[in-house]
C-alpha cells in the first residue's frame, strides 16, 4: 500500500493525522481516547503502536479490525485488500553491536534561562525549580520547551523532559523527551542527598506519572518521589525500587475518573501486580489523587488526599486490588504475563 493509500484508510475510519515526518500521531477512537499523540502510525507501512497502551506494534489491519470492532473478512476488505491485510515492517538483519548511553555536558544547562513564570502561575516556587536545574529553552530542539535535565546514578545528564509552554500551539505534544525515558529514574538522582534524606525519614516512595504531578507534591513539602514519565513501571525503575526496599510503596498515578476508561488506575493495578514478586502485597499501595492529577488539586485538596492516603496505609487494599483485576480480566485489558502475578495475592 502507498502512503497516500493508508492515510486515505485511516482518514476514512475517523482519525486526525498529525504528521510527524516518517509517522503520524493520533488519537485512539477504538477506546474513545482523547490524547493526540497516543497512536504512531508508520507512513510507509500503517504499522502502528499505541503507546499509552503499551501494546506491541502491530499491522493496519488489526487498527481497522478495532477501530470498526469487527473482523469480518467482507467490511475488513472495503479498506484493506487481502494482499496487504498481513503486511508488516520488512525484517533486517541486525548485527549485534554494544551501545553506550548518551550524555550531556554540564554547559548545555546554561542555555536554559530562569525564566519560570509558567510554573509560578501553577503555584510552584522557584526553589523548587532551581534545585531540579531546570529553566526554558529558547533555541533547539527544545524550544519554547520548560527544559528539566535527568540524572544518571554517576550524577551525568543523560536525558531531558521539556513541557510545551508556546502559546497558541496546540498540536505540539505537551511534553518531549531526549534520551531513553525508560532508563530514567528521576528525580533521585538530581539531588541525591536530598532525596535520599526524604526517603529515608519516610521509607515511602509516592509513583507519580508526571514532572507536573511531582512539582505539586514538592510545593507541599513531599519529596519523596518518582516520576514514570507515563503509564508504567519501567524495568530500571523497577531494579531501582527493589535495591531501595523501602517500606511502603504508593502508587499514585493519574485518576481518569472522568473518562470511560480510568487508565490511570488501571495502570496502578497492572504495576501493583508487576511489583508484587518483589514486595509484600500489604506494602504496596494505589492512592490515586483526588483529581484528575496532582496539579489540578487545590490546598484543600490535598488536604483531602492527605487523609485518604492515611487510611490507604492503615487499611488491606488486597480485596480492592483483587476486584479491580477482576474488572480488568474481563475487559481483557491485561495481558497474561502480567495477570501470572495475581498469585502472590494469595500467599
Same mark, same amino acid.
Given at each position: 500500500?502507498?502512503?497516500? &493509500?493508508?492515510?486515505?484508510?485511516?482518514?476514512?475510519?475517523?482519525?486526525?493525522?498529525? *504528521?510527524?515526518?516518517?509517522?503520524?500521531?493520533?488519537?485512539?477512537?477504538?477506546?474513545?481516547?482523547?490524547?493526540?499523540?497516543?497512536?504512531?502510525?508508520?507512513?510507509?507501512?500503517?504499522?502502528?503502536?499505541?503507546?499509552?497502551?503499551?501494546?506491541?506494534?502491530?499491522?493496519?489491519?488489526?487498527?481497522?479490525?478495532? $477501530?470498526?470492532? $469487527?473482523?469480518?473478512?467482507?467490511?475488513?476488505?472495503?479498506?484493506?485488500?487481502?494482499?496487504?491485510?498481513?503486511?508488516?515492517?520488512?525484517?533486517?538483519?541486525?548485527?549485534?553491536?554494544? $551501545?553506550?548511553?548518551?550524555?550531556?555536558?554540564?554547559?548545555?544547562?546554561?542555555?536554559?534561562?530562569?525564566?519560570?513564570?509558567?510554573?509560578?502561575?501553577?503555584?510552584?516556587?522557584?526553589?523548587?525549580?532551581?534545585?531540579?536545574?531546570?529553566?526554558?529553552?529558547?533555541?533547539?530542539?527544545?524550544?519554547?520547551?520548560?527544559?528539566?535535565?535527568?540524572?544518571?546514578?554517576?550524577?551525568?545528564?543523560?536525558?531531558?523532559?521539556?513541557?510545551?509552554?508556546?502559546?497558541?500551539?496546540?498540536?505540539?505534544? &505537551?511534553?518531549?523527551?531526549?534520551?531513553?525515558?525508560?532508563?530514567?529514574?528521576?528525580?533521585?538522582?538530581?539531588?541525591?542527598?536530598?532525596?535520599?534524606?526524604?526517603?529515608?525519614?519516610?521509607?515511602?516512595?509516592?509513583?507519580?506519572?508526571?514532572?507536573?504531578?511531582?512539582?505539586?507534591?514538592?510545593?507541599?513539602?513531599?519529596?519523596?518521589?518518582?516520576?514514570?514519565?507515563?503509564?508504567?513501571?519501567?524495568?530500571?525503575?523497577?531494579?531501582?525500587?527493589?535495591?531501595?526496599?523501602?517500606?511502603?510503596?504508593?502508587?499514585?498515578?493519574?485518576?481518569?475518573?472522568?473518562?470511560?476508561?480510568?487508565?490511570?488506575?488501571?495502570?496502578?493495578?497492572?504495576?501493583?501486580?508487576?511489583?508484587?514478586?518483589?514486595?509484600?502485597?500489604?506494602?504496596?499501595?494505589?492512592?490515586?489523587? $483526588?483529581?484528575?492529577?496532582?496539579? *489540578?488539586?487545590? *490546598?484543600?485538596?490535598?488536604?483531602?488526599?492527605?487523609?485518604?492516603?492515611?487510611?490507604?496505609?492503615?487499611?488491606?487494599?488486597?480485596?480492592?486490588?483483587?476486584?479491580?483485576?477482576?474488572?480488568?480480566?474481563?475487559?481483557?485489558?491485561?495481558?497474561?504475563?502480567?495477570?501470572?502475578?495475581?498469585?502472590?495475592?494469595?500467599?
Amino acid at each position: 500500500m502507498t502512503t497516500e &493509500k493508508i492515510q486515505q484508510v485511516l482518514e476514512s475510519l475517523g482519525y486526525k493525522l498529525n *504528521d510527524r515526518g516518517p509517522y503520524w500521531q493520533t488519537s485512539a477512537l477504538f477506546r474513545n481516547g482523547d490524547n493526540n499523540t497516543a497512536i504512531q502510525i508508520y507512513k510507509d507501512s500503517g504499522v502502528w503502536k499505541d503507546y499509552v497502551q503499551s501494546t506491541t506494534f502491530m499491522p493496519l489491519k488489526k487498527l481497522i479490525e478495532v $477501530t470498526l470492532g $469487527t473482523n469480518d473478512k467482507s467490511v475488513i476488505e472495503k479498506y484493506i485488500k487481502e494482499e496487504d491485510a498481513d503486511y508488516y515492517l520488512p525484517e533486517t538483519k541486525v548485527k549485534s553491536k554494544i $551501545t553506550m548511553e548518551k550524555v550531556y555536558s554540564e554547559d548545555s544547562l546554561t542555555r536554559l534561562f530562569p525564566h519560570y513564570d509558567y510554573y509560578n502561575n501553577k503555584g510552584i516556587d522557584n526553589e523548587h525549580l532551581k534545585l531540579l536545574k531546570a529553566g526554558l529553552a529558547s533555541s533547539g530542539k527544545m524550544y519554547q520547551r520548560f527544559v528539566f535535565p535527568i540524572y544518571n546514578e554517576h550524577e551525568q545528564i543523560h536525558g531531558f523532559a521539556g513541557r510545551d509552554v508556546s502559546p497558541g500551539k496546540k498540536d505540539r505534544p &505537551k511534553w518531549k523527551h531526549v534520551g531513553k525515558k525508560t532508563q530514567w529514574v528521576y528525580p533521585f538522582f538530581s539531588n541525591k542527598e536530598l532525596f535520599q534524606e526524604e526517603v529515608s525519614k519516610t521509607n515511602q516512595i509516592i509513583i507519580v506519572e508526571s514532572i507536573g504531578d511531582m512539582l505539586s507534591l514538592f510545593q507541599r513539602g513531599i519529596k519523596n518521589v518518582l516520576v514514570t514519565f507515563g503509564l508504567d513501571i519501567s524495568p530500571k525503575l523497577m531494579c531501582f525500587l527493589i535495591g531501595l526496599n523501602p517500606k511502603t510503596i504508593v502508587l499514585s498515578l493519574n485518576n481518569d475518573s472522568d473518562k470511560n476508561e480510568n487508565r490511570g488506575l488501571n495502570s496502578c493495578v497492572k504495576s501493583y501486580l508487576k511489583l508484587l514478586p518483589y514486595f509484600s502485597k500489604n506494602s504496596i499501595k494505589i492512592c490515586v489523587p $483526588t483529581k484528575n492529577d496532582f496539579g *489540578d488539586m487545590t *490546598d484543600d485538596d490535598f488536604l483531602t488526599w492527605g487523609e485518604k492516603l492515611k487510611k490507604c496505609l492503615k487499611r488491606d487494599q488486597v480485596q480492592d486490588v483483587v476486584d479491580l483485576i477482576t474488572s480488568l480480566e474481563k475487559s481483557k485489558s491485561i495481558s497474561l504475563n502480567i495477570l501470572k502475578n495475581k498469585r502472590y495475592l494469595n500467599e
